[in-house]
């Protein structure tokens, strides 16, 4: 067995909705990468204690659940600072794609680049994460758009969970573009469908399946359509839905059992109903609103009064949130969106857990669940979302191991 304590924290379980679930002068036991046991250091019972391979006195400092990004494209080639450019100089997204810009951009720069490359330019943006004390970290596919960079992208992913200290959840996001060798949408669907998608499954190459849901993108059928063939595979499903207009893409998430809705600035109130009943996450996302200077917001406090857990994610991607601070997204959703601290401390934690299907495992302390979580140089777990972005990680303990330790 083995057994190693952590003493003397201030411990946000985020066990329950609705609060930090603080414990003062807390201990955690771990074992066996579980967690073994949490409560107030001195209700540590005997047996606990002795035979521990090792204490580490936190001497007051905040232990949260390891952070999770619920929702990333970090697994691109190249950038798009050119068209950041472009923009500040006035031209609108229109001119922008038939300049070349635009997603297709990326598609291009990502099917030209070698599996090595693809690798190494995920693997900064990973990093960048997993030194903020990012645990477990969601990577989408869908800069392919054709079977072999799609399943390149997704072994990409599941080869950076292999090689870093971090649970990586892989996304098949096959509707995001219509690729242009396609005459239309129905015909990339097709391919989707017959093509790609039994591919994806039979590799095992991801967890869930996604789509982005717009008029410039699919329609409410060809969602449904994609949605109902990856759940014959045994794949859960996420949703790109609301972003830019109301279309009812939160109702579409939950008729089809979604894990999440994400973005929504855009959601109905038939939408956020239909979430409720079913039990579907909104993810939100406020790089992408920050970054494309949106000014309607998700109806943040109908998802309060409805009860929808709400998580927060980078949306690392490069047209529209080149971010890996998942910590300044925290302050983002204060400043932009008005979520309290703890509401956004548990939209990466507890609520982001849920948006992958995998609370069961993760996102909050309590005994039995994987030992990740991070030991902060700060006394009050508000400070996370009060500072822009600042890195203030202690400890990083992921699946039970210290992955990160600046304490002596
Ligand atoms: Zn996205």
Same mark, same amino acid.
């Given at each position: 067995?083995?057994?190693?304590?952590?003493?003397? &924290?201030?411990?946000?379980?985020?066990?329950?909705? !609705?609060?930090?679930?603080?414990?003062?002068? &807390?201990?955690?036991?771990?074992?066996?990468? #579980?967690?073994?046991?949490?409560?107030?250091?001195?209700?540590?019972?005997? =047996?606990?204690?002795?035979?521990?391979?090792?204490?580490? =006195? *936190?001497? !007051?400092? *905040?232990?949260?659940?390891?952070?999770?990004?619920?929702?990333?494209?970090?697994?691109?080639?190249?950038?798009?600072?050119?068209?950041?450019?472009?923009?500040?100089? !006035?031209?609108?997204?229109?001119?922008?794609?038939?300049?070349?810009?635009?997603?297709?951009?990326?598609?291009?720069? %990502?099917?030209?680049? %070698?599996?090595?490359?693809?690798?190494?330019?995920?693997?900064?943006?990973?990093?960048?994460?997993?030194?903020?004390?990012?645990?477990?970290?969601?990577?989408?596919?869908?800069? !392919?758009?054709?079977?072999?960079?799609?399943?390149?992208?997704?072994?990409?992913?599941?080869?950076?969970?292999?090689?870093?200290?971090? /649970?990586?959840?892989?996304?098949?996001?096959?509707?995001?573009?219509?690729?242009?060798?396609?005459?239309?949408?129905?015909?990339?669907?097709?391919?989707?469908?017959?093509?790609?998608?039994?591919?994806?499954?039979?590799?095992?190459?991801?967890?869930? $399946? =996604?789509?982005?849901?717009?008029?410039?993108?699919? @329609?409410?059928?060809?969602?449904?359509?994609?949605?109902?063939?990856?759940?014959?595979?045994?794949?859960?499903?996420?949703?790109?839905?609301?972003?830019?207009?109301?279309?009812?893409?939160? $109702?579409?998430? $939950?008729?089809?059992?979604?894990?999440?809705?994400?973005?929504?600035?855009?959601?109905?109130?038939?939408?956020?109903?239909? #979430?409720?009943?079913?039990?579907?996450?909104?993810?939100?996302?406020?790089?992408?609103?920050?970054?494309?200077?949106? %000014?309607?917001?998700?109806?943040?406090?109908?998802?309060?009064?409805?009860?929808?857990?709400?998580?927060? $994610?980078?949306? *690392?991607?490069?047209?529209?949130?080149?971010?890996? @601070?998942?910590?300044?997204?925290?302050? #983002?959703?204060?400043?932009?969106?008005?979520? @309290?601290?703890?509401?956004?401390?548990?939209?990466?934690?507890?609520?982001?857990?849920?948006?992958?299907?995998?609370?069961?495992?993760?996102?909050?302390?309590?005994?039995?669940?994987?030992?990740?979580?991070?030991?902060?140089?700060?006394?009050?777990?508000?400070?996370?979302?009060?500072? #822009?972005?600042?890195? @203030? *990680?202690?400890?990083?303990?992921?699946?039970?191991?210290?992955?990160?330790? /600046?304490?002596?």
């Amino acid at each position: 067995v083995t057994r190693e304590i952590w003493e003397h &924290a201030r411990i946000a379980t985020m066990q329950a909705s !609705g609060s930090y679930g603080l414990i003062e002068d &807390a201990s955690i036991v771990t074992e066996n990468r #579980m967690i073994a046991w949490v409560g107030a250091s001195a209700a540590l019972p005997a =047996d606990m204690s002795v035979g521990a391979n090792q204490a580490h =006195d *936190c001497a !007051g400092r *905040c232990i949260t659940p390891g952070l999770i990004d619920s929702h990333t494209h970090l697994a691109y080639a190249s950038n798009r600072a050119h068209e950041f450019e472009m923009r500040l100089a !006035g031209m609108d997204y229109a001119e922008i794609a038939r300049q070349g810009g635009g997603i297709l951009s990326t598609v291009r720069a %990502t099917r030209a680049a %070698t599996e090595p490359d693809l690798f190494a330019a995920a693997q900064r943006r990973l990093s960048a994460l997993l030194d903020e004390g990012v645990t477990t970290a969601e990577i989408k596919s869908g800069y !392919g758009l054709d079977r072999e960079t799609e399943l390149r992208q997704l072994r990409v992913a599941r080869e950076l969970g292999r090689r870093n200290p971090i /649970t990586i959840h892989a996304t098949y996001l096959g509707l995001h573009a219509v690729p242009p060798e396609f005459p239309d949408a129905n015909a990339y669907v097709d391919f989707v469908v017959s093509d790609v998608l039994p591919a994806v499954a039979a590799e095992g190459l991801a967890d869930t $399946a =996604d789509a982005f849901c717009d008029p410039i993108a699919f @329609s409410p059928a060809q969602t449904t359509r994609f949605f109902t063939a990856a759940k014959a595979l045994g794949l859960r499903v996420k949703l790109h839905a609301d972003q830019r207009m109301p279309g009812g893409g939160g $109702a579409l998430a $939950a008729r089809n059992l979604a894990l999440s809705a994400d973005h929504l600035e855009y959601a109905q109130p038939s939408d956020l109903q239909a #979430m409720a009943c079913a039990g579907t996450v909104a993810v939100l996302l406020p790089g992408a609103f920050y970054y494309l200077r949106e %000014t309607t917001r998700p109806p943040i406090a109908a998802l309060r009064d409805l009860g929808i857990p709400i998580a927060l $994610a980078t949306d *690392c991607n490069p047209g529209t949130s080149p971010t890996t @601070s998942l910590l300044l997204m925290l302050n #983002m959703a204060c400043t932009l969106f008005d979520l @309290s601290p703890q509401e956004a401390l548990a939209g990466v934690t507890r609520n982001a857990a849920r948006a992958l299907g995998i609370q069961a495992q993760t996102g909050t302390i309590e005994i039995g669940k994987r030992a990740d979580f991070v030991v902060w140089n700060v006394e009050d777990p508000a400070e996370l979302a009060y500072a #822009m972005g600042a890195s @203030s *990680c202690a400890q990083i303990v992921q699946n039970g191991l210290l992955v990160k330790n /600046t304490l002596a």
